[in-house]
């Protein structure tokens, strides 16, 4: 199987079953998403016929696949910006909304592109997780720069 073939199926079953949902795993425990990282590396030496003992990040990196956590967050990014673009399902737009203005004059009242960071719920781990208070957090995390990119395009090149 040339390596071409063995991508191509490594991301219709393997990396497809990473990402669907893969935002309801931001900050969970390390373990869980060490265990998803391993099948990422598998799945890398695989289809570039990598031996064991190598190390493998630079090859992740000719793959152009992002760590497992990197890709949650960047998975999170990308659905915030599908909201404010208002491109995104109706019931993620709810969930969200832009900080509102503060009276008083500080750097972070001039900031029209961050989105207003909801409290979380009683349970400290999955509060921590659900959309409404991951995706604030993780939006407000990124530069203006990022967060005012003119097309979907440019934000994600930057991202």
Not at 79 to 100: D, G, H, N, T
């Amino acid at each position: 199987m040339t390596p071409e073939a063995a991508a191509t199926l490594v991301s219709a079953y393997i990396l497809s079953r990473l990402d669907y949902c893969n935002s309801l795993l931001f900050n969970c425990h390390d373990y869980l998403s060490d265990r998803l990282q391993l099948v990422m590396n598998n799945a890398a030496r695989m289809i570039l016929r990598i031996p064991k003992p190598a190390h493998i990040s630079p090859h992740l990196v000719t793959l152009h696949w992002l760590p497992v956590k990197s890709r949650i967050r960047y998975k999170l990014a990308s659905l915030c910006y599908q909201c404010r673009c208002e491109v995104a399902p109706e019931y993620l737009k709810e969930m969200i909304s832009k900080r509102e203005r503060s009276r008083y004059n500080t750097r972070s009242s001039s900031d029209t592109s961050a989105l207003q960071d909801m409290p979380a719920h009683s349970q400290k781990t999955l509060g921590d997780r659900c959309f409404s208070h991951a995706a604030p957090t993780v939006w407000n995390s990124l530069p203006i720069e990022i967060r005012t990119s003119e097309s979907q395009a440019s934000f994600k090149t930057s991202l």
